[in-house]
């Protein structure tokens, strides 16, 4: 069910009567209620594969807690290996496998001879795997101790974040499901402005955006060399605004069912350097990874180069959750790359430069720098291959001849 469409407009409208209208106590499973109805309209044979990994999840973060009190942590670490097995292994094989065999009998030259499934991908499997992830990580750390079916079931089928984030928290989700909550109309007002902005944003701003990157699509003949800039700056627009338009719809939508989801852009074109400007866009996303591989790999705390690794692989793997093609994974490693420099400028240079703190020249071309890095890795984003982003490239730094 995709936001902007009059269908989700009456599904919505129907999900806050329902919520609303039920008594307190029965709210939690009006809110369940409405995910699964939200869930099993894009395909409903996919509905038993999400509530089949919700159980599985659910079921193996009660093992762990009972085996962390009871002191057998093997226990515990196998089941939270096969819980993230789970999770990940749904995830590659509806998402990747059609990738990866595709790559393995392209590099064996055909000799493989490897197929695999045409499936249908279902519907938020990039979102609601992270959140099984981060949940059964947190359990066996012992963030999470205190969890009742309801609680999961509510946090697993919200159905306003479902679909394009923000990636949710349980800590900081859970505790808002028995609060007993009132509407004012000044509530309403702000967060139905939300949903409204959100749609603008969307439908109005982004979609116009599209005819204006049809160069980067289909590069050559009759494009000139200024059609490839206002593509990129177009698609650079086109994908802040499709982002945080869905975002403030999920927020509004959140908001206005009673709960506080957190904020996940803080005007990224606005920064002054690449880490900067991960820590302000899709930040659920990008504390997701910090927090779940970039810590665990190590972190910066192992040394330059394997903080460069870790740099690398975890936007990479930024780039693969993305999309299932290549060209997402060199968008990510074109951040990665980005964010290796500006540690290795930090660590290194900065300190030797005397107008490193040069007031707001500094900071004007600081932020233009950066917004040139950022949008200049929208190519490799919004090609439909490498091919096509070379060919968009090679056209923006070659003059158009124009024939009298």
């Known amino acids: 069910m995709i936001f902007n469409t009059w269908v989700f407009a009456a599904f919505a409208i129907a999900s806050l009567l329902v919520c609303w209208t039920s008594p307190a106590r029965f709210r939690p499973a009006a809110l369940i209620g409405c995910g699964l109805v939200f869930y099993a309209y894009a395909y409903p044979p996919y509905l038993l594969l999400i509530i089949a990994l919700a159980v599985v999840t659910y079921a193996l973060a009660k093992v762990i807690v009972s085996s962390r009190r009871h002191d057998r942590m093997t226990t515990a670490r196998w089941a939270l290996f096969a ?3 789970a999770s990940v292994g749904v995830l590659a094989l509806f998402k990747y496998s059609t990738l990866f065999a595709t790559t393995i009998d392209e ?10 499934p045409h499936l249908l991908i279902p519907l938020a499997i990039s979102f609601f795997t992270f959140e099984f992830v981060h949940y059964l990580v947190d359990v066996y750390l012992g963030k999470i101790d205190d969890f009742s079916v309801k609680d999961f079931a509510t946090f697993a089928f919200f159905y306003p974040t479902l679909v394009a984030g923000p990636i949710k928290r349980f800590q900081n989700f859970a505790p808002q499901i028995g609060h007993t909550r009132t509407l004012s109309q000044l509530f309403i007002a702000a967060n139905v402005f939300r949903v409204v902005l959100g749609l603008a944003k969307k439908s109005i701003i982004a979609d116009s955006m599209t005819p204006f990157v049809q160069p980067i699509l289909t590069p050559g003949a009759p494009y000139h060399t200024a059609d490839y800039w206002i593509a990129m700056l177009a698609y650079t627009a086109k994908i802040y605004f499709d982002f945080t338009g869905y975002s403030d719809i999920a927020i509004g939508m959140a908001a206005l069912l009673g709960f506080q989801i957190l904020e996940n852009f803080d005007r990224p074109y606005w920064s002054a350097n690449i880490s900067q400007f991960w820590r302000r866009w899709h930040i659920s996303l990008s504390s997701w990874i910090r927090d779940y591989i970039f810590i665990p790999l190590g972190g910066s705390r192992r040394g330059t180069l394997a903080t460069f690794f870790n740099l690398a692989f975890v936007m990479a793997v930024a780039g693969l959750w993305h999309g299932a093609a ?6 990510g490693l074109w951040h990665g790359g980005g964010l290796a ?3 290795a400028w930090s660590v290194t240079l900065a ?9 707001t020249l500094v900071q004007a071309v600081s932020v233009l720098v950066t917004f040139a890095f950022v949008a200049f890795g929208w190519i490799l984003f919004a090609a439909p291959s490498f091919g096509a982003a070379w060919g968009a490239v090679r056209g923006m730094f070659t003059p158009a001849v124009i024939l009298p």
């Open 107 to 116: 590099l064996s030259l055909g000799k493989l001879a490897l197929s695999a």
């Open 351 to 359: 300190k030797r430069v005397p107008f490193r703190n040069g007031g």
């Open 83 to 85: 819980g993230i097995a």
């Open 341 to 343: 420099a500006h540690r």
């Open 326 to 331: 290549w060209h997402f994974v060199a968008w």
